[in-house]
Each structure stands twice: as structure tokens, then as C-alpha cells.
């Protein structure tokens, strides 16, 4: 079993910066793919950025390239979304995920099988 906790959400105003933390547990951290998520208030949850465990390769919705940018501690078991020049339509929920054993990039939620709870991010105007 995996066990995922997020922190790190807050409210900040536009143009700020803030960094999520997403902590694993439950299994080698090096066999999760990694992706992050959000969900704004009635919208579906949709993606943000994906981290391969092989390789260092990642990816990012076009909506935040260039802002933010995930990395990964693999001595830690923790992987982080750095989020620069925030901006208000970044507010929702942010959710990290994992799936063990592939060996790609998924970007669809349904590819993924654990999740962490998820952490509120707000940006005001």
C-alpha cells in the first residue's frame, strides 16, 4: 500500500511563489511514477505535471509550463512542485499521485492509483 501526504498550500497573492511537498510511503519511492493534479471549485481535476521514476523526465500542463516545476528527493521520498508567479486561475485543490512500476509519463488521472489528500492552494488578486 501506498500512502501519499501533501503539504505546503496556503494563501498567497498573485505573483508570489510556493512550494507543495508530497511524502511517500509504503514502498521503494524509485518505482512510483509521480504526477500532480488539481481540482478548482466545479471543474474536474486535471493535470498538472508528471515525474518518470527512470530518467528525470518531466512534464507539465501547458498552463503552468514555465511556472512551476516538479522535482523529486528519492532519499526523502518526496516529490515537490515549485510554483512561481502564481496566478488567481491557480487556485484549487492540489493532489499528488502514484502509480508503481510504469516506467513513462502518464498525464490521465485514471493512470494513476494512489493519492494523497490533497492541499488547498489560493491566489488572490
Known amino acids: 500500500q501506498v500512502q501519499l501526504v501533501e503539504s505546503g498550500g496556503g494563501l498567497v497573492q498573485a505573483g508570489d511563489s510556493l512550494r507543495l511537498s508530497c511524502a511517500a510511503s509504503?514502498?521503494?519511492?524509485?518505482?512510483?511514477?509521480m504526477g500532480w493534479f488539481r481540482q478548482a471549485p466545479g471543474k474536474e481535476r486535471e493535470f498538472v505535471a508528471a515525474s518518470s521514476r527512470i530518467g528525470g523526465r518531466r512534464y507539465y500542463a501547458d498552463s503552468v509550463k514555465g511556472r512551476f516545476t516538479s522535482t523529486r528527493d528519492n532519499a526523502r521520498s518526496t516529490v515537490y512542485l515549485q510554483m512561481n508567479s502564481l496566478k488567481p486561475e491557480d487556485t484549487a485543490v492540489y493532489y499528488c499521485?502514484?502509480?508503481?512500476?510504469?516506467?513513462?509519463?502518464?498525464?490521465?488521472?485514471?493512470?494513476?492509483?494512489?493519492w494523497g489528500q490533497g492541499t488547498q492552494v489560493t491566489v488572490s488578486s
Open positions: 509504503g514502498r521503494a519511492f524509485s518505482s512510483y511514477t
Open positions: 499521485a502514484a502509480v508503481v512500476g510504469y516506467e513513462g509519463l502518464i498525464t490521465n488521472l485514471k493512470g494513476y492509483n494512489y
